[in-house]
């Protein structure tokens, strides 16, 4: 079977950075788009950035230049480097990816299980 594993969450203080990693692992026959998502207290699940396996990348407006999404295709990973973090981005972190692969090698939409970013002072 196909699993998304991420990791690289925890506590940072403002201004600080953190670099959450996902890796898809099984069954993988390919990988189209990569992305994360975010879920704060509260809220609803958010689109924070996305890249497709060409590495065409783009980002919710709140984090753009401060966010870099890149995926390594060799090592079926994609990365989010968060810098100049604040409160407001505090969040359960989700990585997604549309995988070809499974038990019967099909398209199919991916999520990880999330991984906790808190940034507090």
């Known amino acids: 079977q196909v699993r998304l594993a991420e990791s690289g969450g925890g506590l940072v203080q403002p201004g600080g950075s953190l670099r959450l990693s996902c890796v898809a692992a099984?069954?993988?026959?390919?990988?189209?788009?990569m992305g994360w998502y975010r879920q704060g207290p509260g809220k609803e699940r958010e689109l924070v950035a996305s890249i497709t396996s060409g590495g065409r990348s783009e980002y919710a407006g709140s984090v753009k230049g401060r966010f870099t999404i890149s995926r390594d295709n060799a090592k079926n990973t994609v990365y989010l480097q968060m810098n100049s973090l604040i409160p407001e981005d505090t969040a359960v972190y989700y990585c997604?990816?549309?995988?070809?692969?499974?038990?019967?090698?099909?398209?199919?939409?991916?999520w990880g299980q999330g991984t906790q970013v808190t940034v507090t002072s």
């Open positions: 997604k990816a549309e995988i070809l692969g499974g038990r019967y090698a099909a398209w199919n939409v991916y």
């Open positions: 099984g069954s993988i026959l390919g990988i189209n788009a």
